[in-house]
């Protein structure tokens, strides 16, 4: 075989056996799940755990299946929908410009970044009763819990971006008289892509706790109404369902999340 040939294979079997290697992961991540749902149905079935505590799979799905039939449990899931996206989106809108430029500018940056320490550090559940004093206990108070959690690890994240600039690229564009405005288009804000995903991803996680924080704390709709009631009335598998609910939201959100960073890796600077 001549040389030509061993190197173009190289790569067939490297990317066959990533495949490999990948198909092999996914197959134990589910053989595990599958190993942890039935040990849970045997512990609650000979009631080595009291099943109030942890009910078991099998109830609830039981439970989900009545509850998913019910279209009052559509209507706390839409409610906490709405609140997360609003002040998600609100997080988002408002975090990623802030960021930038306070990652660009260092006076704006040294006018903002005491309030930003500050407030994240912050257990944001300690600010709960004035929220709930100043906007209720309807939808707004939760879009504003959901609005503070999130908006922190996006500002953070985009802030960090502008600092890992490739200044050989800035020095590049000045040297052939590009204006800042130029640099910041063409440079500055495509590098801050994937850093802005890894904060989005995670002010999600941060966002779908709060919704269930804030909605546990005082709510008349919610999911995290619906699992306090339930939790209240010692209705153990619907608490569970509630919880399943949200956690596959989070890992589908994350997922995409992840997919679209995984696109734009490769703008990542070194």
């Known amino acids: 075989m001549s040389k030509t040939e061993m190197t173009s294979t190289i790569p067939v079997k490297n990317k066959s056996l990533k495949i490999k290697t990948k198909k092999s992961t996914v197959w134990i991540s589910v053989t595990s799940v599958i190993l942890f749902l039935i040990s849970w149905e045997l512990i609650s079935y000979y009631k080595l755990i009291n099943p109030l505590f942890i009910s078991s799979p099998i109830k609830i799905v039981e439970a989900a299946t009545t509850l998913f039939a019910d279209p009052r449990y559509w209507q706390h899931l839409g409610v906490s929908a709405y609140e997360f996206s609003f002040g998600f989106i609100l997080a988002m809108a408002i975090g990623i410009p802030i960021g930038i430029f306070a990652g660009w500018n260092r006076i704006f940056n040294s006018i903002i970044s005491p309030f930003v320490s500050a407030l994240y550090v912050t257990p944001k559940v300690a600010l709960l009763p004035i929220i709930i004093i100043a906007f ?83 709510s008349t709709a919610g999911i995290g109404y619906h699992l306090t009631h339930a939790g209240q009335n010692l209705k153990t598998a619907e608490m569970f369902v509630g919880v399943v609910v949200i956690a596959v939201s989070g890992v589908i959100l994350t997922g995409i999340i992840g997919l679209i960073e995984k696109r734009f890796s490769s703008w990542k600077p070194e």
């Not at 890894?198 to 005082?218: D, K, P, S, T």
């Open 136 to 218: 209720g206990i309807g939808v707004a108070s939760k879009i504003v819990v959901v609005f503070l959690m999130a908006f922190f690890p996006i500002v953070m994240s985009a802030q960090k971006a502008m600092s890992t600039l490739d200044q050989n690229l800035i020095k590049a564009a000045r040297s052939f008289t590009a204006s800042e405005f130029q640099i910041f288009k063409t440079i500055a804000l495509p590098s801050t892509v994937p850093f802005l995903l890894n904060g989005i991803r995670l002010g999600l996680g941060q966002g779908l706790i709060a919704i269930v924080v804030g909605e546990m704390y005082a």
